[in-house]
T-cell receptor
Framework: DTEVTQTPKHLVMGMTNKKSLKCEQH?????MYWYKQKAKKPPELMFV???????INESVPSRFSPECPNSSLLNLHLHALQPEDSALYLC??????????????FGEGSRLTVL | GENVEQHPSTLSVQEGDSAVIKCTYS??????FPWYKQELGKRPQLIID?????GEKKDQRIAVTLNKTAKHFSLHITETQPEDSAVYFC?????????????FGKGTHLIIQP
């Protein structure tokens, strides 16, 4: 299995809602990432988990809360989002968190619309 | 932190011609340089990567060159085909100190004219 699976594929939420994005990989990768991508822009790093510990938080607002329940799963909890948070949220994984990023395997993304 | 500049932002070439996309990076500690292709509505997919201990790498019609002294690297696509049309992102990271993600360039929209 060489896939990174993200759910849901599409999500529409109001500014007062609480929702979660989920990501799963079964490649034995020890580093997992959340990226945010706006239309016609490059992916922007949000969070990095290495061996299930949060190693990088790129000054992301607290309305985004990551969680790594185990080495295969990564969640992104969303609360009180703003319309400008509408974007494609990409999860990625890479082989060994201690050896550095190496190749990132991206999921298909969750397209979020905040009304 | 790392800063990656990518040029051009749009590149239009005739089918069968070559395409070259260039990137520069700022952090001399960066040592891993991948190129990703992203088709409309799809995820970024790795097409080729190079580490700092080599100057060139080739995979069929795609090649990447790296000049560590000048801190720039380039993607070369030969004999372009319509399916090469996509947005291409270069990226850089320092893979020596743990998972740190990638810093991406702004992307190049490659258009292959039939």
């Amino acid at each position: 299995d060489t896939e990174v699976t993200q759910t849901p594929k599409h999500l529409v939420m109001g500014m007062t809602n609480k929702k979660s994005l989920k990501c799963e990989q079964h490649m034995g990768h020890r580093a997992m990432y959340w990226y945010k991508q706006k239309a016609k822009k490059p992916p922007e790093l949000m969070f990095v988990y290495s061996y299930e510990k949060l190693s990088i938080n790129e000054s992301v607002p607290s309305r985004f809360s990551p969680e790594c329940p185990n080495s295969s799963l990564l969640n992104l909890h969303l609360h009180a989002l703003q319309p400008e948070d509408s974007a494609l949220y990409l999860c990625a994984s890479s082989q060994d968190g201690h050896q550095g990023a190496g190749e990132l395997f991206f999921g298909e993304g969750s397209r979020l619309t905040v009304l | 932190g790392e800063n990656v500049e990518q040029h051009p932002s749009t590149l239009s070439v005739q089918e069968g011609d070559s395409a070259v996309i260039k990137c520069t990076y700022s952090d001399s500690a960066s040592n891993y340089f991948p190129w990703y292709k992203q088709e409309l509505g799809k995820r970024p997919q790795l097409i080729i990567d190079i580490r700092s201990n080599v100057g060139e790498k080739k995979d069929q019609r795609i090649a990447v060159t790296l000049n560590k002294t000048a801190k720039h690297f380039s993607l070369h696509i030969t004999e372009t085909q319509p399916e090469d049309s996509a947005v291409y992102f270069c990226a850089a990271s320092n893979s020596g100190g743990g998972a740190d993600g990638l810093t991406f360039g702004k992307g190049t929209h490659l258009i292959i004219q039939p």
